[in-house]
């Protein structure tokens, strides 16, 4: 009786072993499970590596882009501003090259007019070298001479008069006569009419001013026609 309750008992503990590792074998994950899950897992590691370094040289190229961009528009900046720099200057060059043609402009406008009326000058001049002084004194011997002396140093007065008035109108507005004798020849402002041998005169000089020259301003209106020795 004893023994065969023994046998049971063994019986219904090797089936309660049996039974548990049954249960423990289910509850277990089959092998392909573990090694798919495995598997995905260092895959998706393996990828947010990768997306990782990519975000990474992306950032980085990005980065270069931008300096490399900003430093084109200085450089763009650069180049303009000179262009800028150098378009005032021309500018400002222009004005001061377009207000120097006005004043010159306005300073000699008159100039044919003076080169016309120096002409008239010229006659009036001839006319009073024309009289002799002994012509314009009085004679007491005879009252027909002293009224014609009277007259004519009269004209003579008007004639003086009329050509120092031109003179002082045309000195208004910068045209003056100069006489170069004795000066050197200079052939930008004298006409040489004829060369003579003169003793004691530099070889070269103006002995001689047949015609006054006049000048406008600076600048030469008229070469004075003159003499040179030499």
Known sequence: MSSSLSVATRVLRVSSSTSRARVLRSQRAPSYLIGAIG?????????????????????????????SKIQAKDEEIADLTSRLRYAQADFINLQKISAREKEQTSAYAISNLARDLITTVDVLSLALKSVPETSLKADSSSKDASVTATQLKQLHDGVSLTHRQLLQNLAKYGVTPFDPTGEPFDPNHHEALYEAPVPGKEPGSVIECSKLGYKIKERTLRAAQVGVAR
């Open 39 to 67: 598997s995905r897992s260092y895959s998706a590691t393996a990828t947010d590596a990768t997306s990782g370094a990519s975000s990474s040289s992306n950032s980085g190229e990005a980065e270069v882009d931008v300096k």
